[in-house]
């Protein structure tokens, strides 16, 4: 407990008295992936838990209206509970429009199944956040050790390469981009170079599934020959048969770290990992605890890539971990369009995990745009953990209204994630491409 001066316990009253949600559009860059093309903005929801005595936590999660129907009624029941109940927020009946999901892929597929429960565990991960950030503020106490303590003072990034266009296209509403066009195995490597001369990154993910598998080997082979001996990933996002997956995996065999999710649903990813040695990664085919069972018996994905979103928040994260170990299967993260908060969030978590072997993904430095007051910074790819309470993140409040004013002001079209739409605005007769594409 903590003591005032003189030595006294001092009680904090952490009923929760106020919940915020707000709903913003974040700039995004023309990255492009086997769906189609980013949007110049996507949404992202801000959460913000506020207790009796003006202690403050904040989370945040995909914004899509899906999830920002179930966060309203949440934040309405949380009214009155204290946020060190955070078991029992996980216990609320929190109805989810199943038919929104049931049967459906997330994100046009590039986040692996949909189910009611993963939207429930999406919406609820911010609010653990929250309550998270809320309590470490409260107690003077990092979020790390919260969760049990850090195991390590920094956590690694990889550098996540996007082929793409060097600005969205002509007429589109969209903020200046600085990091020009990379559509050819010499502006993978140029993007690769601003990477590591910014942010430090040692490690190397391209995001695949956008050119036939020959022009994406030459990438890969271009990254490899450009920094030596630095560890390569490859992500189709599925796009590829048992058959190409098998043919780059014996074509780049030598360089890849891992290959990721290079095709689609854990019997097809169990028949490649049972003809390579080139380890599988997914954030696919097990994005749920229930797909875990499968997967692993079948020795399908040798390193998951968790993702606190979808998964449930931190605790959860640790409890994936802590199964992959069970399995002799690494663990890693996922990243998707996130702001600070988030980043601030899986550093903590990623703080704790023992056996974090590969470096995580971050799609933090696409995002022009934040709502901190302070930019989080990578350091030779790391982020240091902070220390301080909670998350150790502060708020910007204008520019969190700055973002929400763009959110009121967009008439619908882009506060639901769309890249087939987005680049149907440049390809008018694109359409979401059947998979296997090659
Ligand atoms: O498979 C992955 O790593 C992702 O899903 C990350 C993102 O969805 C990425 O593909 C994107 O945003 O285009
Ligand atoms: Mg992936």
Redesign the pocket.
Known sequence: MRRDGGGLPVTRDLTIAEVRLTPILVADPP?L?TQGV?QPYTPRLIVEIVTADGVTGLGETYGDTKYLEPARSLAERLIGRSVMDVNGLFGIDLAVDASRVEGGTD?GG??GAQTADKLRLSVLSAFEVACLDAQGRALGLPVHALLGGKVRDAVEYSAYL?YKWDAHPAGVAAEPDEWGAALDPAGVVEQARLFQRRHGFGSFKL?GGVFPPEQETAAVRALAEAFPGHPLRL?P?GAWSVATSLKVARELGDVLEYL??PTLGTPAMAEVAARTDVPLAT??CVTTFGEIKEAFTKDAVQVV?SDHHYWGGLRNTQRLAAICAAFGVGVSM????HLGISLAAMTQVAATVPGLHHAC?S?YPWQSEDVLTERIAFEGGRVAVSDAPGLGVELDRDELARLHRRWTDDDGALRDRD?AAAMRVADPAWHTPAMPRW
């Open positions: 990255l992936n980013h994100a590039l986040r996007f995001k992500d996002n990721e999710d954030n696919m890539l996922h990243s998707n369009t993904d799609h890249d």
